[in-house]
């Protein structure tokens, strides 16, 4: 059974001495749109996402390196241990889906170059190109019927840069400090941030995505920067505020999402964060953050 109702969702978090989302092209500041509001990408959102289902012991198919739980070095290796070799596209996909939480939520691309096996095998197999031993690379698209905007501050935030010296010197015998021994470190000094999302119940009947898939996400909202703290994001450093929940009345919603997430205002302020404007036949549920 496929999700039965529309979702929209918006989340409402707070940044305190915290680099939320660093840009590895300026040096890892945090990330500031022209104008400098901040800014989390929707892939490190989805990223905290996929680690907390995880944390569940929910299946994954994008695992980071550091917290993946089988021995997959690779997502070619993760995708072979569970689809056999000569799969239709098709097949591959539904196989996919109902495998991976991720998959089926977010959707993926699977693109596959052919191995040396393949490779041999296409070789032995060049009479018959349609032998089913005559695989080839893999380039599926998926498309998940779970979108997630990036998450913004508020207003514009203050970001404080600081010169730190490591301890030890990576080089040399020690006798002198190397550049190596020198670095910096960005914060945001505080700030209110938001994302909205969407849940598609016509692209989730394509990947299987369910009404309980759904409630798993929204169970992980609430606690989306648990067991995330890093030198950059100290454990309390960013918490979830409110967690804002629509449910519609059918598949095709009462609303638009921009409606939907129109609604909201975002004011910034931990204590008062939002205020939202009455959609007729449409009572969100509100949820206080872990």
């Known amino acids: ?45 989805k990223r905290k996402m996929r680690d ?14 550091d917290r993946k739980k089988d021995t997959h070095g690779s997502l070619r290796n993760r995708a072979d241990s569970v689809i056999p070799s000569g799969k239709t596209p098709e097949e591959i996909a539904r196989i996919a889906c109902e495998t991976w939480f991720d998959v089926r939520a977010f959707g993926q691309l699977f693109a596959f170059k052919e191995t040396k096996k393949a490779k041999k095998l296409k070789a032995e197999t060049a009479e018959d190109p349609d032998s089913p031993k005559a695989e080839k690379g893999v380039s599926i698209g998926i498309r998940g019927p779970v979108s997630v905007h990036p998450a913004f501050s508020v207003v514009p935030v203050s970001v404080t840069s600081t010169q730190i010296t490591k301890s030890v010197s990576g080089e040399g015998d020690g006798s002198k400090r ?7 470190k960005h914060r945001v000094d505080q700030g209110i941030y938001a994302f909205f999302g969407s849940m598609n119940p016509q692209l989730a009947v394509k990947t299987g995505f369910s009404d309980a898939d759904a409630e798993k996400i929204k169970s992980v909202l609430t606690k989306l920067f ?52 009455n959609l007729e036949g449409l009572a969100p549920e509100i949820i206080d953050g872990f």
């Not at 039965?4 to 940044?15: L, M, R």
């Not at 190397?178 to 910096?184: A, C, N, Q, V």
């Not at 979830?240 to 910034?268: E, M, T």
Request: overall charge negative; hydrophobic content about 35%.
């Open 52 to 65: 907390r289902l995880l944390e569940a012991d929910i299946p994954i198919f994008v695992q980071s390196d």
């Open 178 to 184: 190397g550049s190596d021994t020198m670095g910096m």
């Open 226 to 277: 648990e067991n995330d703290a890093s030198s950059a994001r100290p454990d309390g450093s960013m918490r979830v505020l409110k967690v804002i929940w629509w449910k519609h009345n059918s598949a095709s919603g009462q609303y638009s999402a921009a409606r939907v997430h129109g609604s909201v205002k975002v004011k910034n302020d931990a204590e008062d964060p939002f205020s939202i404007a």
């Open 1 to 45: 059974m496929s999700l039965s109702h529309k979702i929209d969702f918006a989340v409402i978090f707070s940044v305190k001495n915290a680099n939320p989302n660093g840009d590895p092209l300026n040096g890892n500041r945090p990330r500031t749109t022209y104008d400098g509001y901040g800014e989390l990408s929707d892939v490190c959102i």
